[in-house]
Structure formats: structure tokens, C-alpha cells
């Protein structure tokens, strides 16, 4: 008897609620990570022009361009050159850059710290002054606030040029890249959070406080605010889920040496580790945050 009864508690210790729920999110993460990693490789695959080529310039000869495609790996079968990249990203080994000569982890790693100041300084502008304004595209918003406060008023700089320092030693630079991505973020974070608190205000409970006579003031700040922050917190996901790819668009109009610059500067370069680097860690970063907060 006593050790069915300890059978039964092993069992229920297997089978908990709240590790299975783990396990099985943990699971879609590397499956959204294994589909994702297909679809970099196969977009690398497909960019216009030629690693060699771009790399080489116009005045390498054929030999020259057939040596190099044959130390990158690009003359063996697609499922083949697949299988040598994620084998090694898997073991933390994102390859080396040919652009830059430099491990792609360490070109990373000199971006991360700029884009994540970048992200997190909107989201500190964006969530407190969430006002009503007209959703426009990020490089509309950047060029007219670039034509009207750096050209016409002359107060920034038009770009984000970082030369030493790093990025906190002159946060001016931040300023117009920050603008642009709350601007455009701003409507939506807006509806979503307006949405939430006007669902959770029409509650039966709101409805049996306010006939209990309980102060207004009282039942928006103690019983619908704390109910909207769920909400609130999905929004917010999805808010950093926006920035990571606005960030791309920023950046590139400002100059600005983050991540998102630096994959653009690789898609022209063809410089496909780089490329696959970046894509598969924002990837990642996206589909972690949203299995944590959805």
C-alpha cells in the first residue's frame, strides 16, 4: 500500500501541470527555431549576386572566384552545406565573417550592446507617453524628422555615427532614432492597452464595485488597472517583437552601428554567415519572447 501511494506521488511529480506546460513550450521554441533555421539558409541561398564575387571584386578571375566558393563550402549540395552551418550553430559556432574577417559571435557581440540601448531607450519613451498619432512607415518618420529638426532646425545630428565612447557617452544620438520608433509604435501600443482596460471596465466585478459604492478612482486604480496588466504585458511583447525588426529600418537611416545596420551592410556584402548569424538570433530572441509572454 505504501508504496503504491508512493508510486502515485512519483507519478504526479512526473506529470505536473506546470512542467509539462515548460516542456511542451520549450519544445515549440526549437521547432520554430529548426523551421526558421531552414528558411534563413534557403533565403541566403536565393540573394542576388555571388558570395566570391562580392567578396573577390570584378577583378577576380574565374579560378580565383571557383578556389574561394570551394573554401567557403558553396560547391557541395545544399543539404550538405545545411547540415555542416546548423551542426556548428548548435554548438555556439556561427561561423566567420568574410566580410569583416571576424567571428560572427564577435561581430555580434560589438552590436547587441548598441540596438539593446537603442530598443530599450524607445520602450522607455514609448510606454509613458502613448498618445494618440498617425501610424507612418519607420523610414517616412526618420526622414521627416531628419528634414525637420536635423536639417531645418539644426538641433541633432541626422545621423547616429558612433566614432568612441560608445553609445551612452553622447545620447544625443539617440534622439531621433528613438522618436522614429515610438512615433510609429505609439498607435498601436495605444489601441492594444485601450482595448484591454475597456474590456476588463465592463467586468461584472467593476460593475459590482462601483454598486457598492466604492470610489471611482479607487476601483480603476485597485481592481481594472491590476486586472489590465496581463494584457498590458502581451502588449508589451509584441511591442519588442516590433522593435527588433523596425530596428533594422532605424538604424539603416540613421547609421546607426547596431545589429540591424549590420545585417543590411551584410545582405549587400554578401556576407552569408553574418547574415545567417543575425537572422537566426533575432529569430530566436522573437520566438522566446513571445513563448514567455503569450
Known amino acids: ?9 512519483r507519478a504526479s511529480r512526473r506529470s505536473h501541470p506546470l512542467g509539462v506546460f515548460i516542456l511542451r513550450r520549450l519544445a515549440i521554441g526549437v521547432v520554430l527555431l529548426a523551421l526558421v533555421s531552414v528558411l534563413v539558409f534557403g533565403a541566403t541561398q536565393i540573394l542576388p549576386g555571388d558570395a566570391a564575387s562580392a567578396i573577390l571584386g570584378r577583378s577576380a578571375t574565374p579560378a580565383q ?3 574561394y566558393r570551394k573554401q567557403l563550402g558553396l560547391d557541395r549540395p545544399l543539404p550538405e552545406q545545411y547540415w555542416r552551418w546548423i551542426s556548428h550553430v548548435v554548438r ?22 548598441k540596438s539593446l540601448v537603442l530598443a530599450v531607450a524607445a520602450l522607455i519613451v514609448l510606454l509613458p507617453v502613448s498618445l494618440a ?8 518618420t ?12 539644426k538641433w541633432l545630428p541626422p545621423t547616429s555615427i558612433i566614432e568612441s565612447g560608445g553609445v551612452l557617452s553622447n545620447p544625443s544620438l539617440l534622439v531621433l532614432p528613438v522618436l522614429t520608433l515610438c512615433l510609429t509604435a ?9 482595448a484591454g482596460v475597456s474590456e476588463t471596465m465592463s467586468a461584472d466585478y467593476i460593475q459590482m464595485a462601483r454598486l ?3 470610489p471611482e478612482r479607487r476601483v480603476v486604480v485597485h481592481h481594472a488597472l491590476r486586472n489590465a496588466l496581463a494584457p498590458t504585458v502581451q502588449v508589451l511583447a509584441l511591442t519588442m517583437q516590433y522593435l527588433i525588426g523596425g530596428i533594422v529600418i532605424v538604424e539603416t537611416v540613421f547609421a ?3 545589429l540591424g545596420q549590420g545585417l543590411v551592410q551584410a545582405v549587400v556584402a554578401r556576407d552569408i554567415p553574418t547574415v545567417q548569424g543575425v537572422a537566426m538570433l533575432l529569430a530566436a530572441i522573437t520566438s522566446a519572447t513571445m513563448l514567455i509572454t503569450m
Do not use: C, H
Open 186 to 194: 505609439t498607435p498601436y501600443v495605444i489601441r492594444m492597452v485601450r
Open 212 to 214: 457598492s459604492g466604492i
Open 256 to 258: 546607426y552601428p547596431g
Open 92 to 113: 555556439g559556432d556561427l561561423g566567420r565573417s568574410v566580410a569583416n574577417q571576424v567571428p560572427v559571435t564577435s561581430f555580434i557581440s560589438a552590436r547587441a550592446g
Open 1 to 9: 500500500m505504501v508504496s503504491t501511494t508512493e508510486s502515485n506521488r
Open 133 to 140: 498619432l498617425i501610424a507612418l512607415p519607420e523610414f517616412v
Open 142 to 153: 526618420g526622414t521627416l524628422l531628419i528634414a525637420f529638426i536635423a536639417v531645418t532646425l
Open 65 to 67: 572566384k571557383e578556389i
